[in-house]
């Protein structure tokens, strides 16, 4: 049946009416002040929170997530969650922004490579308590030192607010995670200084009322606008005379499709690098995202935990997210990799029935099974899509290294292991030179791994890793999910060589020349970590797709985020223990 586009003449003429809004108010916006930017982010947490309930359930159907279900903790946590996190990150930022002290307080360090990493995460004593044990560095580009990180940061605000001239700016949604689209609006209108045309996704265009609801305070200011259209509508606004600068998040097709143009005149104009849409265009575009297991003393305890790690890596959100694992490597030989992937398909068995709600599921389920060689079927379940299981040395091992799935589906690589230093060293070669994309790599290794190589050769060696965000003993979403880090693919990317994208989003310290986020979470869940000389207390994540009370805690977090209180801390503490 051939698609019926909603791109009418009276949402061309809504459109064209909110641009022009949009474009009379754009110097008004760049040059509010700090305290009135402070107060619609306040505004916008409390609408947010009043709609929160609404926005998740709503989720929650679309997706086919049945009610009391944990899996709707994913769509806490992924969407009302991130975004109150976000508004609770700017505020933080924008309240001391005079003179930039909102980075004093923030650990710098030089990394063997000479690049200086700022310590992002835990920044808070409720970071300490809620994500115990987790980290976050951000690496610098080359050049940035602490002595100068205050001129590679927030420099939209080292204008004078009086002199600040405002863009519109088209913001294309993307249709799975529901943080996605505010958190990029967001930054164009905080980080930026532009207001923005919201186009949603007609994947999840259902959130629109509960985002014109939430981000009203914006709306009334003529900085933002949140508008539903498909394919024909977002063709209309790419190149609207008042659109100055584009963000999308979504596939590269489309992507290049914007730059360059269709077909034939696409191909020749990315040839000669002469874009067709020469306004500057930033995005994230997905990726064969790898997560490298790295062979040590793991215990029984160990394998079954990391297996819930890697089958929320490939199965949060049902598998349709750009950071998703695709391609695990092992290492050749390793005695416990039976065990290891006995425990993943246990997992995803037990903790992950849901529907393949995102358009184009089975044909992009079924091209995998096509191009790889014998692949292995795990079944999940009556009336839900089994994850097939394919060796990426074998069958069309080009198509499966360059071709994003967004479905449940997962590569496997087996790579020889003389040692875990010379295998980690070949495992991220093979991945920076095999797979499509920069977005996320992870990495799961052993702590006692780590201390017989050196925490400074351990990171000697993940320099060389080419991803964004690039995640230890924990999956790259999490960088997504804290707000704090800069999301977006490896630095270096350009129009004609884009990867999984241009620019970074989130980033509430609003740092500039990143290079990438190095996260990490411990390698054992609390109290077990207590045995082998851990700190964290933190127990199973609640981003974990085994976590059964991840719907609880999502919810309690969104509650604390919107206004932090110790006496709120025990509800969460209870479910967390029990997940």
């Given at each position: ?11 061309q003429a ?23 930017r ?13 709609v ?6 709503a989720a ?9 279900s ?13 975004v109150?996190?976000?508004c ?28 200086t990493a ?14 115990s044990g ?15 990180l ?18 519109v ?61 498909d394919?024909p ?15 999308i998040t ?7 499709l ?52 890697i089958?929320?890596?490939k ?6 997210n750009?950071?998703?694992v ?44 096509d ?16 994850l ?19 479905t ?5 690589m ?23 994309g ?5 990495i799961?290794?052993h ?7 050196g925490?400074?050769r351990?990171?000697?060696?993940i ?7 690039i ?8 960088a ?24 970074t989003v ?34 199973r994540?609640p ?14 977090l ?22």
């Amino acid at each position: 049946m051939k698609h019926q586009s909603n791109f009418t003449p009276d949402l061309q003429a809504a459109y064209d009416v909110d641009l022009k809004a949009l474009d009379k108010a754009k110097d008004r916006w760049a040059r509010t002040s700090l305290d009135d930017r402070i107060a619609v982010l306040q505004a916008v947490k409390d609408n947010l929170m009043r709609v929160a309930d609404e926005w998740v359930d709503a989720a929650g159907k679309a997706k086919g997530i049945p009610q009391g279900s944990p899996l709707l903790g994913e769509e806490w946590t992924s969407g009302p969650y991130a975004v109150m996190s976000c508004c609770n990150g700017l505020i933080d930022t924008l309240s001391q922004m005079e003179g930039k002290t909102f980075l004093d307080g923030l650990k710098k360090r030089s990394l063997p490579s000479g690049q200086t990493a700022v310590r992002v995460v835990p920044h808070s004593i409720w970071d300490r308590l809620l994500i115990s044990g987790v980290h976050a560095d951000v690496w610098m580009q080359k050049g940035v030192t602490p002595a100068n990180l205050k001129n590679n940061a927030a420099s939209a605000y080292d204008i004078p607010a009086d002199q600040r001239r405002g863009k519109v700016a088209l913001v294309l949604g993307a249709g799975n995670i529901a943080a996605i689209t505010p958190l990029d609006a967001f930054q164009k209108l905080f980080l930026e200084n532009q207001v923005v045309l919201l186009k949603m996704n007609p994947v999840n265009d259902y959130l629109t009322e509960p985002l014109q609801a939430a981000l009203k305070p914006l709306i009334d200011r003529d900085a933002l606008r949140i508008h539903r259209g498909d394919g024909p509508a977002g063709a209309y606004l790419t190149t609207h005379p008042l659109v100055e600068e584009i963000h999308i998040t979504g596939a590269r097709a489309t992507h290049d499709l914007i730059v360059w143009g269709p077909g034939e005149e696409g191909e020749k104009n990315k040839a000669a690098n002469t874009p067709k849409n020469t306004r500057h265009m930033t995005s994230e575009l997905g990726a064969v995202c790898p997560t490298i297991v790295v062979p040590g003393p793991w215990t029984k305890a160990d394998l079954r935990f990391q297996a819930e790690n890697i089958a929320t890596m490939k199965l949060h959100n049902g598998g349709f997210n750009c950071v998703a694992v695709q391609s695990l490597i092992l290492p050749k030989g390793w005695d416990k990799t039976a065990e290891l992937m006995g425990n993943v398909a246990d997992v995803m068995a037990k903790h992950t029935k849901r529907a393949a709600y995102y358009p184009g599921a089975e044909d992009r389920q079924k091209a995998f099974v096509d191009h790889a060689k014998s692949p292995q079927k795990l079944d999940r379940g009556a009336d839900v899509a089994p994850l097939y299981l394919a060796d990426m040395a074998e069958g069309d091992s080009d198509w499966l290294a360059q071709t994003e799935v967004f479905t449940s589906a997962l590569g496997v690589m087996h790579i020889v292991a003389q040692d875990a230093e010379t295998y980690m060293i070949e495992a991220i070669k093979w991945a920076n030179d095999t797979l499509y994309g920069t977005l996320g790599g992870n990495i799961i290794i052993h702590p006692a791994t780590i201390r017989a190589m050196g925490r400074k050769r351990f990171e000697e060696i993940i320099a060389e890793f080419r991803y964004g965000a690039i995640a230890i003993n924990a999956w790259s979403g999490l960088a997504f999910l804290v707000t704090a880090c800069p999301w977006g693919g490896f630095a270096g990317a350009t129009l004609q060589n884009v990867q999984s994208g241009v620019g970074t989003v989130h980033n509430t310290f609003m740092l500039e020349n990143v290079e990438r986020t190095v996260i990490e979470a411990p390698f054992r869940p609390f109290p077990r970590n207590l045995l082998s000389g851990g700190m964290s207390l933190l127990p199973r994540p609640p981003w974990f797709v085994s976590n059964k009370r991840q719907h609880h805690i999502g919810r309690l977090l969104t509650r604390f985020q919107h206004k932090p209180s110790w006496f709120k801390l025990p509800r969460i503490f209870f479910h967390a223990l029990l997940g």
